[in-house]
């Protein structure tokens, strides 16, 4: 009863901040590297060289597809790397995958 | 990344050494009492015990019988190829390229035997990728002398950008004019350069430093409390069954085997430097020789253990990706020192990262603020930029220094938690594609995160461009 009432309570404080924590994603293509920044609570923001990203991620999950979104992820030979920026349509995601791919390619460095 | 593909005719599959199914069947055997433990003794009685043994080892045997007639490798180009299985068939595809490190490892009856078991670490693998057990030595040996000469063939100088990797044993003064290292370069394609390179000596740990440091271990301490538990038990129930004798027996094994298995498998430390990269040999019971090709290393860490510090002892280790040094047990895995005082650690660390003096390392310290979140650690944290490294310093009991090459930045991450926030703190993440070392700039200040990452992301741009 506590348990689902604390539940109950998380899930209305975030869905009022909802709006806030969506916002807080963003990500910026640079001339070396990609930054990726997300977070209101614990802000995070990532820097990925190109020349280190060993594969792109596009996945859409059944409730993305239903919304027409999709999520890009940059994978590089680090497990800590994170580099995820959801919530694209897939046009962009599209967009942004092939643009990695390419400035991957031309500037592979390996590990 | 496009390989040139090479048009000779597929190499025989070559089994495993014919002894293998039956080294690996009294392994099991062995791990299947363990598993029955003395419970299982006192329950069955010793006749039965036996019984079920013996049951265990036929069927393990038969069972390793058929997995080594199901089991080949082969060299395909520039991979290896192990199949395997006899239900599921698995073949696995070794790309030498993404060779991170070979270790030939001859547990004891492997020795007694005349094998060798040979194991491959490969980027992006959570274990061992592919244990060969078991080999005749000689097989073992040439094999190894082939993967690392095809791996150093492969590897270099990935798109041409970077015409000397930085942070790597070959480009060094020392080693530059030996013969050897001209088979670096991708020109040494022919015959491949089998046989002994000449390797230089490093260092070789002095054995006595070694049974002390493993001495002065906090797990010592558990002893006596093993030991005192039974008798405490025997004066209150005044019965002291066989089953408590064995069980005390296996507690104190339990609290003192990290420092005995320490002892064991880093007893007469070896660190050699060749062509094809450091070369480390190891072991009492059972011998290790490790071969790390040039540029494998992803991070070095030093530590000052709090009991070490009287004697001034250090310990170094290196993190190669593919090899798991996650916790203190396993840190033999990437030993690069087992002891020894700062100056050795300085120049070991100085042969794996050229250009890095351990001794002159001065980290700046974090605010005083700061201290609300790290009370005890405040005074210790700080992190450096070198001209080759970042590194960071952490840890109040065991002093830890981690050192990661600007070449070896994978990606770069500020985290800034809550409670930071309101201290106008960040901290800052170095990733590599190791996984034991963690190189963090913790608790900075909010206004010096973006000038630092900015210098690193420039600095490992330098770096993986060669400059």
Known sequence: MLAAGFAAVVTLVRAALLPRIISSWGYAERAEDLLVRHGRLVRRLSIVPYGRMQFVDVTAGPLERAFGLATVQLHTAAAASDARVPGLPPKEAARLRDRLAALGEARAEGL | MSQPQQTAPPEARRRLHPLTPLLRGLRYAAIAVVAISWQ???????????????????????AALVSWRATGYHVVGRELRIHEGLLWRRTRAIPLERLQSVELVRPVLARLLGLAELRLEVVGASKT?????????????????????????????????????????????GTGTEPGAVAAGPVAIGPAPVGALPERR????????????????????????????????????SSLSFVAIASTVTAVIGTIQAPVRVLLADWNFTLGVAADGLRIRRGLLETRSQTVPPGRVQAVGIEWPLLWRGHGWVRARMDVAGLTAQ???????????????????????????????????????????ARWLAPFRAGVLGYTLTDAVFASRDGLLTRRLVVVPYGRIQSIRVVQRPLQRLLRLASVHIDTAGNGLPAIAEHRRVSEILPLITELAERARAARHGG
Do not use: C, K
Request: avoid cysteine; proline fraction near 10%; hydrophobic fraction near 55%.
């Open chain 2, 327 to 369: 916790d203190n047990n396993r840190m033999r895995e990437g030993t690069l020192l087992p002891v020894g005082d700062v100056p050795t650690a300085r120049r070991l660390v100085g042969e794996v990262l050229p250009g890095f003096d351990l001794t002159s390392v001065a980290v700046f310290p974090v605010p005083r603020r």
């Open chain 2, 40 to 62: 299982g003794y006192e329950e069955l009685g010793t006749v039965r015990w036996a019984m079920a043994v013996v049951l265990v080892a036929v069927v393990l045997l038969l």
């Open chain 2, 129 to 173: 990728e592919a244990p060969l057990a078991y080999l005749s030595l000689d097989a073992a040996l040439a094999l190894r002398e082939r993967l690392l000469a095809l791996a150093r063939r492969a590897a270099p100088v990935p798109t041409g950008t970077a015409p000397a990797q930085p942070g790597i044993a070959p480009a060094q003064p």
């Open chain 2, 202 to 237: 490093v260092h070789l740990i002095a054995n006595r430093d070694l049974f002390i440091s493993q001495l002065l271990r906090p797990q010592w301490w558990a002893l006596p409390l093993a030991i005192a538990a039974p008798i405490f038990f025997f004066f209150t129930e």
